[in-house]
């Protein structure tokens, strides 16, 4: 039996999960708050006073691809903090880029952040995300996230929870459903109950 933490970033995305009667594990739950920086210190003072054997982060995303539908549910296996750096006329340029972190040493690894979660067996589709600050809802934003990093998806705390687990040599597992198309906040195309069902039951799945 495994101590497994589920971090949501915000009451709505937590609110209707319920733990399967079937479940074999210890399950508590945390409320980061949204947000990077909230993600990061709820979670690490949660790490250094529970100790916990795996850290599960579920929640809704937004999509850069077509090839997955609102509603869909997908492992994160490396998010990066894509907004911190500086942006020019042209382009993005992250810290290290400009020099100003080495993403070969400690505490970066890299500029990705990536994750493994052995303990837990599941088959969804792995992909790249990147966590900003702002939620992307212009077109030409989106394109610049899409030019630098390429990702899958976008969250506000996905890397928060990737870096507190790799600083704490913690397991970590990264789901997240598609609620909408990143760049348009037409929120009439949004679904999040939909997305959040969906989200529900791949956790309980994993928690079996």
């Not at 400009?98 to 979660?117: D, R, T």
């Not at 996905?158 to 397991?171: K, R, S």
């Amino acid at each position: 039996m495994a101590r497994i933490v589920v971090i949501f970033a915000s009451p709505l995305e937590a609110q209707g999960f319920k733990i399967p009667p079937d479940c074999t594990h210890q399950v508590e739950f945390l409320i980061s708050g949204v947000g990077a920086y909230a993600t990061q210190y709820s979670l690490h003072e949660y790490c250094v006073r529970n100790s916990p054997d795996i850290i599960i982060n579920a929640g809704i995303a937004g999509s850069f691809s077509e090839n997955y539908e609102i509603g869909q549910v997908l492992s994160v296996n490396r998010d990066c903090f894509a907004d911190v750096g500086v942006q020019n006329e042209t382009d993005f340029q992250s810290i290290f880029d400009m020099n100003l972190a080495n993403p070969q040493q400690a505490p970066f690894v890299s500029s990705w952040l990536p994750i493994e979660c052995a303990q837990l067996s599941h088959s969804l589709p792995q992909v790249s995300a990147i966590t900003v600050n702002s939620i992307t809802a212009t077109g030409t934003q989106r394109n610049v996230w899409l030019k630098k990093y390429n990702p899958a998806i976008e969250t506000m705390e996905g890397a928060a929870v990737h870096y507190v687990a790799l600083q704490q040599n913690i397991p970590c597992l990264h789901l997240r459903a598609i609620s909408n198309m990143v760049g348009e906040r037409n929120k009439s195309k949004w679904n999040i109950p939909f997305a959040l069902g969906n989200l529900y039951e791949e956790l309980g799945k994993v928690l079996i």
